[in-house]
């Protein structure tokens, strides 16, 4: 029965969204406690700050167990074994008085919850340090722990461990986007990711204003939808020496929706991958419409004093000494 609980419980996992994954270890502890007879499971997690610190992150445990305490870190309670778990060992503990002299204060943190006998794996993803540990307990009276039996928490370990680091990642993930996007909606230019097939994957704000599209509207859909077909026919020369590999940065003159043409300097970087060549390419697009007409007033009032200077000097040579 277990081997096909462990089947069913990889499968769950294989594809979980990330956002699920907690409720699902839960619920996965509770199938496995009760097809083993087990009284506990307590998943800790090493703190990202601190990772000596293993904090209490997931538990199962029957109806009317006293609730752990709030922020149970391992390292106050089991010192012992939190210094052995972090090192990449499991811990079986069929009774306690199998503790050495040095795990006191272990001795008394299971007194504590009732524990009689334990078996701790710890948390790892190939060669990455620990990050947590995965506990099997029971409260009703000492038992053996058959070296199958652990070779079986350690399998339930293992893929928990990969679910929990996928879960990381992408939470990271999210929270990198969220600051990048904080950061590029508060940028007045254009910045984008496109792929290879020329379809929006990131968009900042100022699409909004300069195209009416949200970033959520343009993701997927082409630059020439999102543009308009005289701003993309403008720019396309550039994108195409970008999905070639090459680093293109221009200044030219385009065509917004409606027809108002606007001077802007853009910036396409490629996106090369290996073994597939250019997936996609990075846009930095900005407005020098007013900065063009300024440098090209400050020109036109230059011109003009140069002449009005010209045409001075001249006044005064023709009525110097000598002549009439």
């Keep these: ?64 167990s006293p609730p ?15 210094q052995k778990i972090l090192s990449g060992e499991t811990v079986a503990i069929s009774k306690m008085t199998e503790l050495p002299a040095e795990a006191c204060r272990d001795r008394d943190g299971f007194d504590r919850y009732n524990t009689k006998s334990a078996v701790y794996v710890p948390l790892s ?29 350690q399998l339930v370990a293992q893929i928990f461990a990969n679910a929990l680091a996928r879960e990381r990642t992408e939470l990271e993930l999210v929270k990198s986007e969220k600051r990048l996007r904080m950061i590029t909606n508060a940028l007045p230019v254009l910045i984008s990711y496109v792929g290879a097939d020329l379809r929006y994957r990131f968009n ?16 997927g859909r082409t630059m020439r939808e999102v543009t308009g077909e005289g701003f993309f026919q403008s720019v396309r020369p550039y994108i195409e020496r970008a999905l070639l590999g090459e680093r293109v940065q221009c200044a030219l003159d385009v065509e917004m929706p409606g027809g108002r043409p606007l001077s802007v300097e853009a910036i396409y970087v490629p996106d090369l991958g290996e073994p597939v060549g250019v997936r996609g ?32 000097a001249a006044g005064e040579h023709g009525d110097g000494p000598g002549r009439g």
């Excluded at 199938?31 to 307590?42: K, M, T």
């Excluded at 309670?77 to 939190?82: I, L, V």
């Excluded at 100022?206 to 599209?213: I, M």
């Design 68 to 82: 752990p305490p709030d922020r149970l870190n391992a390292r106050d309670f089991y010192p012992w074994t939190a």
């Design 204 to 219: 900042n704000d100022a699409y909004r204003v300069w195209f009416g599209v949200s970033p959520q509207e343009a993701l």
């Design 281 to 312: 390419f990075y846009v930095l697009v900005i407005d020098v419409t007013e900065r063009n007409l300024a440098q090209q007033e400050a020109k036109r009032l230059q011109d003009e004093l140069f002449h009005a200077g010209r045409v001075s």
């Design 125 to 153: 993803v190939g060669k990455d340090p620990v990050f947590g540990v995965l506990g099997f307990v029971v409260t009703r009276g000492e038992r053996d722990w058959p070296k199958r039996v652990v070779q079986q928490f």
């Design 1 to 64: 029965p277990f081997e096909r609980l462990l089947t069913e419980i990889s499968t769950i996992f294989i594809n979980l969204p990330a956002d699920q994954i907690g409720n699902e270890i839960v619920a996965a502890q509770k199938r496995i406690c009760e097809v083993l007879d087990l009284d506990r499971s307590a998943l800790l997690l090493t703190a990202q700050d601190d990772p000596g610190m293993l904090l209490l992150t997931h538990v199962y445990q029957p109806p009317g």
